[in-house]
Nanobody
Framework: QAQFVESGGGSAQPGGSLRLSCAAS????????LGWFRQAPGKEREEILC????????NYVDSMEGRFTVSRDNAKNTAYLQMNGLKPEDTAVYYC?????????????????WGQGTQVTVSS
């Protein structure tokens, strides 16, 4: 069964950093494009970053450019979201998801495998 296990969420102070991990099992992650989503309280889930099968990165949210980066370790079948310069408005549940396209489609419906979500809370 294809699935993700997410880890690394928690609490941070404004300006702090967290790294989320997304470990895939039951499938080979480097055959998929990998997206990171988040859902803040009272808001819809939004896609924030995607790394394509070929390694191209798409940033969907201007406010996090330069603060958040996405990477993947194919040997570990794991993807990462490094979050620096955290702000209170980054508080959300973060999800990773995989789509079979070789590119980042930007369409949530294209993602077929989802992580369980991990809470990130940024406050002083």
């Amino acid at each position: 069964q294809a699935q993700f296990v997410e880890s690394g969420g928690g609490s941070a102070q404004p300006g702090g950093s967290l790294r989320l991990s997304c470990a895939a099992s039951g499938f080979t992650l480097n055959r998929y494009s990998l997206g990171w989503f988040r859902q803040a309280p009272g808001k819809e889930r939004e896609e924030i970053l995607c790394i394509s099968k070929r390694g191209s990165i798409t940033n969907y949210v201007d406010s996090m450019e330069g603060r958040f980066t996405v990477s993947r370790d194919n040997a570990k079948n794991t993807a990462y979201l490094q979050m620096n310069g955290l702000k209170p408005e980054d508080t959300a549940v973060y999800y990773c998801a995989a789509e079979a396209n070789s590119y980042c489609s930007g369409h949530p419906a294209a993602y077929t495998v989802w992580g369980q979500g991990t809470q990130v809370t940024v406050s002083s």
